[in-house]
């Protein structure tokens, strides 16, 4: 049923493990059961690199180096630590930063705790989103609908949406580590709180129940190919009739 | 309700894990809500997981000796004892853990039984578990009757359901007692999670699954599993019907969370329930007037719900 | 893997009903059960992925680039992925009548 890719055998704290080439650390190493923290990693997306907790280190050829899980892939023989002194060190400064940018996160100040830092020295933005560019990924790669973007101007980075290609699907909205995006309905209306973005929903023609926004049906109804009054009727009511 | 995880029509289901830890080839019947359930219950509690299952259609189709679908360890248990089986898992490992015979890892303990094995036999050994304060999740899946042994009626099904211990005729027509409301009587205990869920709306309950798992303490939810077979419904209607019986309030979402209740989805205003009921076969006989009753009834309990929320608010 | 289940005698039981290989259910090919099978319509599929997560015999499976692929293995047939498909993209046709296996 699979086909045959090519097997890596190395080392994870002391523990032979074995995965598919071209398979980044990370997941590999969550599988086994080790625990290596991460914030902007999931499985269905690519790898952000822009939490900086996953760190781990890995000696290769007799040199050892700090490295990314997320962006890693595994290699033939390479011994991997996941919890040296060194790696504390660079995590604790992750968290540090990561304090920084969403100095108003009561989810992240709570996360941060847990793994023993309080408080950052770094200057403090004033934001509860950790710039993971999860929604980023997500709008881009699995939805389609590109409307967030993040720009990187040196140190100030910001994930910018673009409000006319938004569909309120709220895919973002669920990937968020950090709970910043929300998205509230009001009568006929949906907005994603974040993006500033309001859109008007349908009304069933059976029910009056208000179902989805009218601009992501019209999207669907464009890229599916159906006819122009495909949603008409709300899912429910579509079965019954 | 922050996330509107009942409104995620779309790619949310993307952003799941693809990986299955409850493994295709059981025995349910086609169009089974209760695998589903199962399904996603196991894809939020994952590999540190100890299940306790009692008799019932998923022990059964689950696991046909010598084949099984779980990925996790787990024993069957009798017919009435999930509970008290899950209660002696729970304290043997912490027993175990604390002579340092096994590491120190958070596992999670689930009993898992039907309605009649929860809200029939199984209710003594429930109460004794939830009073005790073991560190575990009881999950009960409700298909609203023994459905198993071929579709007998429980303290679960509906009040006017046709079931072959209450079959619809000429003088009773069928079920005459309402619905027990398992999910109060386990609020009534003082747990700190209660809940109840439906695998129409897949992201609420692998949610409250995955909080049930986390809070220290017993925490129970109540899964309304859907039966084509038993509720004489076609197949592909499962989850549609699932829907409906949130969205009429014949079954509300809602969570009670250290003696809050919060609703889990927003219904602004309820469906009538003869849509609900019109696509089940066990309703069929119902009269104008028994649906009228039923109505009134499923109303002022939503009502009351409505009231318990705004009661325990906090401020 | 375990034995097909018409191959297995009382000498390969584990005493005390103990199973020891966790989802070897995988073996016992449920698509025997079917009466009618899916049809995909890749034209029609937005990659939404809810037929994916609706399916309760795990018989569908998300690809690489987002579109979907019905495992006929363990398929049964339900028709829940038709129902729950949000642009129609599956529908269900007759299973064919097939000689031997």
């Not at chain 1, 997320?70 to 040296?84: F, L, N, R």
């Not at chain 3, 299973?95 to 296996?101: A, M, P, R």
């Given at each position: 049923?699979?086909?045959?890719?090519e097997?890596?055998r190395?080392?994870?704290?002391?523990?032979?493990?074995?995965?598919?080439k071209?398979?980044?650390?990370?997941?590999?190493?969550?599988?086994?059961?080790?625990?290596?923290?991460?914030?902007?990693?999931?499985?269905a997306?690519?790898?952000?690199?822009?939490?900086?907790?996953?760190?781990?280190?890995?000696?290769?050829?007799?040199?050892?180096?700090?490295?990314m899980s997320?962006?890693?892939?595994?290699?033939?023989?390479?011994?991997?630590?996941?919890?040296?002194e060194?790696?504390?060190?660079?995590?604790?400064?992750?968290?540090?930063?990561?304090?920084?940018?969403?100095?108003?996160?009561?989810?992240?100040?709570?996360?941060?705790?847990?793994?023993?830092?309080?408080?950052?020295?770094?200057?403090?933005?004033?934001?509860?989103?950790?710039?993971c560019?999860?929604?980023?990924?997500?709008?881009?790669?699995?939805?389609?609908?590109?409307?967030?973007?993040?720009?990187?101007?040196?140190?100030?980075?910001?994930?910018?949406?673009?409000p006319?290609?938004?569909?309120?699907?709220?895919?973002?909205?669920?990937?968020c580590?950090?709970?910043?995006?929300?998205?509230?309905?009001?009568?006929?209306?949906?907005?994603?709180?974040?993006?500033?973005?309001?859109?008007?929903?349908?009304?069933?023609?059976?029910?009056?129940?208000?179902?989805?926004?009218?601009?992501?049906?019209?999207?669907?109804?464009?890229?599916?190919?159906?006819s122009?009054?495909?949603?008409e009727?709300?899912?429910?009511?579509?079965?019954?009739? | 309700m922050?996330?509107?995880?009942?409104?995620?029509?779309?790619?949310?289901?993307?952003?799941?894990?693809?990986?299955?830890?409850?493994?295709?080839?059981?025995?349910?019947?086609?169009?089974?809500?209760?695998?589903?359930?199962?399904?996603?219950?196991?894809?939020a509690?994952?590999?540190?997981?100890?299940?306790?299952?009692?008799?019932?259609?998923?022990?059964?189709?689950s696991?046909?000796?010598?084949?099984?679908?779980?990925?996790?360890?787990g024993?069957?248990?009798?017919?009435?004892?999930?509970?008290?089986?899950?209660?002696?898992?729970?304290?043997?490992?912490?027993?175990?853990?604390?002579?340092?015979?096994?590491?120190?890892?958070?596992?999670?303990?689930?009993?898992?039984?039907g309605?009649?094995?929860?809200?029939?036999?199984?209710?003594?050994?429930?109460?004794?578990?939830?009073?005790?304060?073991?560190?575990m999740?009881?999950?009960?899946?409700?298909?609203?009757?023994?459905?198993?042994?071929?579709?007998?009626?429980?303290?679960?099904?509906?009040f006017?359901?046709?079931?072959?211990?209450?079959?619809?005729?000429?003088?009773?027509?069928?079920?005459?007692?309402?619905?027990?409301?398992?999910?109060?009587?386990?609020?009534?205990?003082?747990?700190?999670?209660?809940?109840?869920?439906?695998?129409?709306?897949?992201?609420?309950?692998?949610?409250?699954?995955?909080?049930?798992?986390?809070?220290?303490?017993?925490a129970?939810?109540?899964?309304?599993?859907?039966?084509?077979?038993?509720?004489?419904?076609?197949?592909?209607?499962?989850?549609?019907?699932?829907?409906?019986?949130?969205?009429?309030?014949?079954f509300p979402?809602?969570?009670?969370?250290?003696g809050?209740?919060?609703?889990?989805i927003?219904?602004?205003?309820?469906?009538?329930?003869?849509?609900?009921?019109?696509?089940?076969?066990?309703?069929?006989?119902?009269?104008?007037?028994?649906?009228?009753?039923?109505?009134?009834?499923?109303?002022?309990?939503?009502?009351?719900?409505?009231?318990?929320?705004?009661?325990?608010?906090?401020? | 893997?375990?034995?097909?289940?018409n191959?297995?005698?009382?000498?390969?039981?584990?005493?005390?009903?103990?199973?020891?290989?966790?989802?070897?259910a995988?073996?016992y090919?449920?698509?025997?059960?079917?009466?009618?099978?899916?049809?995909?319509?890749?034209?029609r599929?937005?990659?939404?992925?809810?037929?994916?997560?609706?399916c309760?015999?795990?018989?569908?499976?998300?690809?690489?680039?987002g579109?979907?692929?019905h495992?006929?293995?363990?398929?049964?047939?339900?028709?829940?992925?038709?129902?729950?498909?949000?642009?129609?993209?599956i529908?269900?046709?007759e299973?064919?009548?097939?000689?031997?296996?």
């Open positions: 049923m699979m086909a045959d890719k097997v890596v190395f080392k994870i704290n002391d523990t032979e493990v074995e995965a598919e071209g398979m980044m650390l990370l997941p590999v190493a969550l599988e086994y059961g080790f625990e290596i923290p991460h914030l902007c990693y999931h499985e997306l690519s790898p952000g690199g822009m939490c900086g907790l996953c760190v781990v280190e890995v000696t290769k050829e007799g040199r050892t180096r700090v490295a997320c962006k890693y892939p595994v290699e033939e023989g390479i011994k991997v630590a996941t919890d040296t060194k790696i504390r060190q660079v995590r604790k400064r992750a968290w540090e930063v990561l304090l920084a940018r969403a100095s108003r996160s009561e989810v992240i100040r709570s996360m941060a705790q847990a793994a023993g830092v309080k408080e950052t020295t770094l200057e403090k933005r004033d934001d509860d989103c950790i710039l560019g999860l929604c980023e990924r997500v709008c881009r790669e699995i939805v389609g609908a590109n409307a967030l973007t993040i720009t990187r101007k040196g140190d100030r980075r910001e994930v910018v949406p673009n006319e290609a938004c569909i309120a699907c709220g895919a973002c909205v669920y990937i580590p950090t709970d910043c995006i929300k998205m509230e309905e009001k009568g006929d209306e949906r907005t994603i709180v974040r993006w500033n973005r309001t859109l008007k929903m349908q009304k069933c023609k059976s029910c009056g129940r208000p179902f989805a926004p009218i601009f992501q049906l019209n999207w669907i109804i464009d890229k599916a190919n159906l122009k009054d495909f949603y009727l709300c899912p429910i009511c579509r079965k019954s009739s | 922050d996330k509107y995880l009942d409104r995620l029509g779309i790619y949310a289901a993307r952003l799941v894990s693809q990986k299955e830890y409850f493994v295709p080839g059981h025995r349910a019947c086609q169009g089974c809500a209760e695998a589903l359930a199962v399904r996603l219950m196991s894809k509690s994952r590999t540190n997981t100890v299940i306790a299952c009692a008799t019932g259609c998923i022990e059964i189709f696991s046909p000796f010598p084949l099984t679908s779980w990925m996790v360890p024993i069957h248990v009798a017919f009435e004892n999930t509970a008290a089986v899950a209660s002696g898992i729970e304290s043997g490992l912490k027993a175990i853990m604390r002579k340092g015979r096994i590491p120190l890892k958070k596992i999670n303990v689930v009993g898992i039984a309605d009649g094995g929860t809200s029939d036999i199984g209710l003594q050994a429930l109460s004794g578990a939830l009073e005790r304060g073991h560190n999740v009881y999950v009960c899946f409700d298909n609203e009757a023994y459905m198993n042994t071929g579709i007998q009626r429980s303290s679960s099904t509906p006017g359901a046709s079931t072959t211990t209450s079959p619809a005729g000429k003088v009773v027509p069928g079920q005459t007692t309402w619905k027990k409301n398992m999910p109060e009587i386990a609020a009534a205990h003082d747990i700190p999670y209660v809940a109840t869920a439906c695998p129409s709306y897949p992201f609420d309950l692998m949610e409250k699954v995955r909080k049930a798992a986390e809070i220290e303490g017993p129970y939810i109540h899964i309304l599993s859907v039966c084509p077979t038993g509720w004489r419904l076609p197949p592909e209607l499962s989850i549609h019907a699932g829907r409906l019986a949130v969205e009429t309030g014949v979402l809602y969570e009670v969370e250290r809050r209740y919060k609703l889990s927003d219904l602004p205003e309820l469906r009538p329930v003869q849509e609900y009921f019109r696509i089940q076969g066990r309703f069929r006989h119902l009269t104008e007037e028994m649906v009228n009753k039923i109505q009134r009834r499923v109303r002022e309990e939503y009502e009351k719900l409505k009231k318990k929320v705004m009661m325990t608010r906090e401020g | 893997m375990a034995k097909p289940e191959e297995i005698t009382w000498k390969d039981l584990n005493v005390g009903f103990v199973v020891d290989e966790p989802g070897n995988s073996v090919r449920t698509g025997d059960w079917r009466s009618q099978r899916p049809l995909y319509n890749r034209e599929c937005i990659r939404c992925g809810t037929c994916y997560i609706y309760p015999d795990m018989a569908i499976k998300i690809l690489e680039d579109y979907i692929e495992d006929l293995y363990y398929c049964k047939g339900c028709g829940i992925c038709v129902q729950e498909c949000p642009t129609g993209a529908t269900m046709v299973e064919e009548e097939k000689d031997g296996d």
